[in-house]
């Protein structure tokens, strides 16, 4: 039986892992090196690496993506951790117009291997500049790999595959999960592909499909509700670029019903995206009712903590959902 660890110490031991392994990997960011990060994941890094691998950057997120995709580019492996994803507004150009596009418009010539690692989503209390799921923002953009793992094992094995693969991958995390999320991670060496989906529960009844935290609830909702005789399927993205179509196909066909459930805010969130792959797809035929989509409501994040439950996807919101359909 494999020894069970957090979120937290599953991103700390991929990275740690990586570094050992190449020399060419560092990491950067605010405030992760004595201090050990805001969430404190980074905590004894800067004592095994030292200041040059682990480097406590200014409070610039555009001077870090700087020197991210700038060392990236003459054959560095940075990995940047923003404090909180929304300062990704700071440095949005450097990624959308140069990280994601270098390859692209030099040929094929220039590779860009970063990861940026986002601290995500709300529940926190942060109020509304440090609660937001963007992740969508990435997805819309060519050249960038977006995953949004929920479980420890998925996290470290695909944190791994991201710190190797020669673009820039989008690393989400919630911010959640770094403490709650417990799970099995073997000690040997292992990665997860990207673009590989996870059917988290098996059921035939409905499927909810989804990813990072909301994992968590669709479970818990599925769980309440087979108590009941309803079989809900749970279906784990974890890769949102490249997105595993067959897997949601394949769910469809089979439940014939289907909530889709992120954090992000519900107008304009990846779920439309999901949507699309059904109905375009023969999946459409097998549905029996209508897709019914759960996200956050359209506001800026509330700093009250009972609004901020109404505003984030919650079991009771989502369950009602499924009953609906059901």
Do not use: W
């Not at 979120?7 to 405030?31: H, L």
């Not at 140069?98 to 390859?103: G, I, R, T, V």
């Not at 690692?117 to 799921?133: F, K, N, V």
């Not at 014939?256 to 805010?265: M, P």
């Amino acid at each position: 039986m494999a020894r069970e660890i957090t979120y937290a110490e599953a991103i700390k031991e991929a990275m740690c892992e990586e570094m050992r392994r190449d020399e060419n990997v560092y990491f950067i960011g605010e405030d992760i090196g004595l201090y050990c990060g805001a969430f404190g994941v980074s905590k004894g890094m800067v004592q095994e690496f030292g200041e040059d691998r682990v480097i406590d950057a200014p409070i610039s997120e555009t001077a870090q993506m700087g020197v991210a995709i700038g060392s990236a580019i003459t054959g560095m492996r940075p990995i940047i951790e923003l404090m909180f994803s929304d300062f990704m507004a700071v440095c949005y150009d450097q990624i959308i117009n140069q990280a994601a596009k270098m390859h692209y418009m030099f040929g094929g010539k220039v590779n860009v291997p970063l990861v940026l690692r986002l601290p995500a989503g709300g529940g926190t209390g942060a109020a509304a500049q440090h609660s937001q799921s963007l992740e969508n923002m990435y997805c819309h953009v060519p050249g960038l790999k977006v995953v949004a793992p929920c479980t420890p094992y998925d996290a470290k094995g695909m944190l791994k595959t991201a710190v190797r693969d020669n673009n820039p991958v989008v690393f989400v995390e919630s911010k959640l999960l770094y403490r709650k999320a417990k799970g099995e991670v073997p000690e040997e060496e292992y990665t997860i592909p990207f673009g590989v989906a996870d059917v988290k529960r098996e059921g035939t009844d409905l499927v909810i499909i989804t990813y990072s935290r909301c994992v968590q609830m669709a479970l818990e909702v599925a769980e309440k509700l087979a108590k009941e005789g309803k079989s809900i399927e749970v279906l784990d993205l974890r890769s949102l670029v490249p997105l595993d179509t067959e897997a949601i196909i394949k769910s469809v066909k089979k439940c014939k019903k289907v909530v889709v459930l992120h954090e992000a805010v519900e107008f304009g969130g990846f779920g439309g995206e999901i949507v699309s792959t059904i109905t375009g797809s023969d999946a459409f035929f097998y549905l029996d009712a209508p897709i019914k989509r759960v996200g956050s409501m359209a506001c800026p994040m509330p700093f009250n903590p009972n609004l901020e439950r109404e505003a984030l996807p919650n079991v009771n919101r989502i369950e009602a959902a499924v009953r609906e359909i059901l």
